[in-house]
């Protein structure tokens, strides 16, 4: 019967080894308990409850077989009565390791909105036309307004916000102020909406000093995390020096040289919108900013989708953990508790230097953006203990 009685502690052990995600510290060092068996010897468990120490004398059998599976209870008076107190633990040669799941921080991103104000924001998106009061008539300001509004509500939480107008509100034609409307930060929806909403559009199309102001501005954001550029305009830029409504060939490559230099020299890239038909061909200022091509709006539904996808596109794929793994090259990934991340640097996970920041790669991270997955998770495994397939 006392045979009977450990063996409900060693099976309680066992189903508590990955139990919830608490830290469980492995023991190396405990003194070994004795199954019971020996010929005369000290294989039994204490009836008197003293510390475990004192044993009953056994009968005839062969020599027990000791493990090192935790601590037996003090005091009571047998083992079933103290089953329950049993503390779970982990053999492991490493007496500071710890098995554990952590839910990791995604890293944000700052992404300012650099956007257009000039007086033909007030035309229909579909076409050139002056609204007034004609029926049907989507003008561009409020359209973008309702765009924005949906589009941040469900943007990623990891996208940080900010807001600059070109023109700025209450300049003259070609007034760009130093500094932001909203700077980048993680709760800006309400403070971008409320700008929005309390300016309206007029003067020209200064894109150049829009970009210039917008980079000089990041200068100053020492926070840490990648830096993006939305721009979204209706036309080409002008406002060039010695300019004021006049589009030039100079004005076009004066702005994609101060997009490109902003792309190469301070790592911001640029991800462009044009809104409305005539807004031109402005690939050449997204292929400067390092995005390809700029995105087509000549309507409500197309200009959410395409503020929507370059919000998901930058959202980050870069996680960083509470604290280091106890051992690096045993670290599980899993997304939706279910999918088992493989470590690939193109095709799964793979761990920086400073084993805290995990990134997905590949499909992984293209899932993350996509809504594909929702979770994330890490599995701390200590050395030798084997990576689960799933949680």
């Not at 019971?36 to 077989?65: L, M, R």
């Not at 300012?112 to 009061?133: E, F, N, Y």
């Not at 990623?156 to 932001?180: A, E, Y």
């Not at 589009?247 to 911001?268: E, F, K, Q, R, Y």
Request: hydrophobic content about 35%; charged content about 10%; aromatic content about 6%.
């Amino acid at each position: 019967m006392r045979s009977t009685k450990v063996g409900k502690i060693l099976i309680g052990i066992t189903a508590g080894l990955f139990v919830g995600a608490a830290q469980m510290d492995c023991v190396s060092d405990l003194p070994p308990i004795t199954l019971p068996g020996g010929s005369g010897g000290n294989g039994g468990v204490s009836s008197n409850g003293g510390n475990g120490g004192a044993a009953e004398n056994g009968g005839n059998g062969a020599a027990g077989q000791s493990a090192i599976i935790g601590t037996m209870p003090s005091g009571g008076s047998n083992v079933d009565a103290n089953v329950q107190d049993v503390q779970p633990v982990i053999a492991s040669a490493d007496a500071n390791c710890g098995v554990q799941t952590q839910n990791p921080s995604v890293q944000p991103v700052d992404l300012l909105l650099v956007l257009d104000r000039s007086g033909s924001m007030s035309d229909d998106i579909a076409s050139d036309a002056t609204c007034g009061s004609r029926a049907g008539c989507q003008a561009r300001w409020p359209t973008i307004t309702a765009s924005l509004n949906q589009v941040l509500a469900a943007s990623p939480t990891s996208v940080q916000w900010g807001l600059k107008f070109f023109s700025s509100p209450g300049g003259s034609t070609c007034t760009v102020k130093s500094g932001v409307d909203v700077g980048v930060g993680p709760t800006t929806a309400a403070q971008i909406q409320a700008a929005i909403a309390g300016t309206s559009p007029g003067n020209q199309t200064p894109t150049m000093a829009a970009i210039k102001a917008a980079v000089a501005y990041f200068s100053t954001v020492n926070d840490g995390l990648p830096h993006y550029i939305l721009l979204a305009t209706d036309g080409q830029p002008n406002c060039d020096p010695g300019t004021s409504s006049d589009v030039t060939d100079a004005s076009v490559m004066d702005t994609a040289g101060v997009i490109g230099t902003a792309n190469t020299g301070s790592n911001i890239k640029t991800y462009v919108i044009g809104i409305g038909p005539s807004a031109g061909n402005l690939d050449a200022f997204a292929a400067a900013g390092g995005t390809g091509n700029y995105f087509p709006a000549e309507s409500a539904d197309q200009l959410t989708t395409a503020l929507s996808t370059i919000a998901g596109t930058v959202a980050s794929c870069v996680f960083t953990m509470a604290s280091e793994p106890p051992d690096p090259t045993n670290l599980g990934v899993y997304l939706d508790n279910t999918t088992k991340v493989p470590r690939d640097p193109s095709e799964g996970f793979s761990l920086a230097a400073d084993n805290v920041t995990v990134t997905l790669n590949g499909s992984y991270c293209a899932g993350i953006k996509d809504g594909t997955f929702k979770v994330v998770q890490v599995f701390f495994g200590c050395p030798g203990v084997p990576l689960p397939d799933n949680f």
